[in-house]
């Protein structure tokens, strides 16, 4: 795990100055402490940060071929690394470390492009061919490493992080109006745009080539959920599923340093503990958190039960509403982008807790994405399948929905009552955002006249909408799983689970995540998925015998940060300050007015909270990316 960076003149002619890359890799000194280093010619100039995870002595980058005419800087881990070695050796490539890094290097040598089909894992990097003049950047399939990049006048500028990139004087940083209301619109930015108008992210499973003063950009692979019959037998389909499982907790285990697992007490992280501890002879220490307060759900209570279970070590820790409000500004700079995401703050307190027993954590991410955990796509389907035999009478059920709307225990189905009148791709955004969330029913009212001109929240939902376009004959299930798997997860998920723990020096590795899991997932029919009222429903079949039943059979309740308490209570003060602030008023997004009534609302309704987060990341998201103020990020 590593920070990358560098910079490419799109024209052989131009130079590079090799002293901004420089500055480039100290700004990503926190994503690999260990060493640092760099490839340095007249028109291409690539840095590198290490955390020695693998090959500790000679893994140091960035690494070359035999003759030195291709160069790479790599950010991530190759899970079949030693395998697709073995293979190259036979074909008669000379290593000279133990890395997979140097792997990648020979696997282009003799596949070129190709050679993404053929790596198993979570990366990003970078790589230089002399002898074609070819600058080729590439990420993992799912988007677990993250990689950002600006095209100049006249070069190419890419990092792990965006603020590597503004080291660069050539970087404006300039607000992208429109991705505001993205913002707003999913609580997190999907797709290839950022809050700043230059910075693009290279997208998952997509590869970009510069070659001859041109870039273009390719996909190299998608998520497909074509049938296989192989799996028509839900017993042998659970049967392989385990042994999968087995196999990728396995090969995410391979390190040089100490391996933990985060763990929350959810059937995923304890699914992923049980197959580690089965296959290793090593200590594996776990590590979880909870919040001050006894009116809170306490999650360490099941974690302990896991741990208890396997007789590992674990470690846990509590946070007040002081430590969430001191981390805010760090958390926005860290992150980068204005995600609302509160478990990240929780996240960065117990990885730094993690970080002083290991180097690598392993944690459940990716499960409710792969296997249908969330009860959201449950209610979907079942509001579906509603739509489908209502058939004339569609509108009354939606009338009945509306009345028991009235019923204050039953609230929540008023908003079901409008999608009985829609299709699932009009009111199915992700499972973050629909047409009936607080800023999509009240963008009209809270932006101010002259920033409501300038944006289009028609293209904000195009993003959503153009994913369900590519998968229009799928069933429902599949159709919200792809949008989620191509938005939430790398936009919202994935960028938490690396800025944050690579912001505590820290390697998190995601076997749920595993391409190959994502695929067996997806050949399997909807109802292995989800069953009745039972989410997840193949996936807790295959770890019954390995799961507690106490964590088994809990309902989902995901990490359950206070928010609504703390913004309703300790941290109202704080969040009233930020959002009233001049500072905040006179950047001219919001009415003045709507917006203070927002903040005065925030102790009265508790389903505000995400909402006044949201505002404050973005304003101090301002702040440390436009304004400047820079937070002094520490990982002590």
């Known amino acids: ?13 131009d130079r590079v100055n090799p002293a901004t890359v420089e ?9 690999g402490p260990d060493d640092h280093g760099m490839y340095v010619t007249d028109q291409v100039v690539l840095g590198h940060r290490r955390l020695s995870i693998i090959d500790l002595n000679t893994g140091k980058q960035p690494i070359c071929n035999e003759d030195r005419t291709i160069w790479i800087v790599y950010n991530g881990e190759i899970y079949n690394f030693k395998e697709l070695k073995q293979q190259l050796v036979e074909s008669g490539h000379i290593f000279t470390t133990n890395t997979d890094t140097e792997v990648i290097v020979h696997l282009y040598e003799q596949f070129g492009e190709e050679c993404l089909s053929k790596l198993r894992g979570m990366f990003a990097f970078a790589l230089w061919d002399a002898r074609k003049r070819v600058l080729f950047l590439a990420r993992d399939r799912v988007g677990i490493k993250p990689l950002y990049y600006v095209r100049t006048q006249d070069s190419l500028i890419f990092a792990s992080e965006m603020k590597a990139l503004l080291v660069d004087p050539s970087v404006k940083r300039e607000v992208a109006p429109q991705v505001i209301d993205t913002f707003l619109t999913y609580l997190y930015t999907p797709g290839c745009e950022t809050l700043i108008r230059d910075i693009q992210k290279l997208e998952p499973g997509h590869y970009l080539k510069m070659e001859d003063g041109k870039v273009r950009i390719r996909k190299y692979w998608d998520l497909e959920f074509a049938f296989n019959h192989r799996n028509g037998n839900f017993k042998a389909a659970t049967e392989e599923l385990v042994e999968l499982l087995r196999e990728t907790v396995r090969d995410h285990m391979i390190s040089d340093v100490p391996v933990g697992i985060l763990l929350s007490g959810g059937v995923d992280s304890t699914g992923v503990l049980s197959f580690a501890m089965e296959q290793t002879d090593r200590d594996v220490n776990t590590f979880t958190i909870g919040f001050d307060g006894e009116q809170f759900a306490d999650e360490r209570v099941y974690a302990r039960l896991a741990a208890q279970r396997f007789g590992n070590k674990h470690y846990e820790m509590t946070i007040t509403p002081r430590d969430f409000e001191e981390f805010l500004p760090k958390y926005v700079w860290h992150m980068e982008e204005p995600v609302c995401e509160p478990p990240a703050v929780a996240l960065y307190y117990v990885t730094k807790l993690a970080r002083q027993h290991v180097k690598v954590l392993l944690s459940g991410e990716g499960g409710d994405e792969a296997f249908a955990g969330y009860q959201n796509y449950r209610n979907m389907l079942w509001l579906e399948r ?5 058939g004339p009478w569609t509108g009354l059920g939606a009338r009945i929905l509306h009345e028991c709307g009235r019923v204050r225990a039953l609230r929540r189905f008023e908003k079901y009552s409008f999608m009985m009148k829609m299709p699932l ?3 199915y955004y992700s499972r973050t955002a629909g047409p009936f969330s607080f800023f999509n029913r009240t963008k009209s009212d809270l932006y101010s006249r002259e920033f409501g001109q300038e944006v289009d929240s028609s293209c904000s939902t195009k993003i959503a909408s153009d994913f369900f376009a590519r998968v229009a004959g799928e069933p429902p299930l599949n159709k919200m799983l792809y949008v989620d798997t191509k938005t939430w997860l790398p936009d919202d998920l994935l960028v938490k689970a690396d800025k944050i723990t690579m912001a505590n020096s820290l390697e998190l590795r995601v076997p749920l995540l595993d391409h190959k899991v994502l695929e067996f997932a997806a050949r399997l029919p909807s ?7 039972t989410t997840k429903y193949i996936l807790k079949k295959a770890l019954g015998g390995r799961v507690p039943g106490r964590i088994l059979n809990r309902k989902k309740t995901g990490f359950p940060v206070p928010l609504t308490s703390w913004f309703g209570n300790q941290l109202r003060d704080f969040a009233c300050g930020i959002l009233t602030d001049r500072r905040t ?17 925030s102790s009265k309704r508790a389903d505000l909270a995400p909402e006044i987060f949201s505002l404050v990341t973005l304003e101090l998201w301002h702040r440390a990316f436009i304004d400047g103020i820079n937070p002094t990020p520490s990982v002590s």
């Open 386 to 390: 509603l739509k489908a035999v209502s």
């Open 425 to 427: 791709e009009r009111y």
């Open 1 to 13: 795990m590593c920070g990358i960076c560098g910079k490419a003149a799109l024209s052989s002619g």
């Open 585 to 601: 008023l006179e950047r001219g997004y919001f009415d003045r007015g709507l917006l203070r009534s927002l903040v005065s609302d």
């Open 23 to 31: 500055r480039m890799t100290e700004a990503l000194y926190h994503r």
């Open 527 to 533: 109802n292995y998925k989800v069953r009745g009222f």
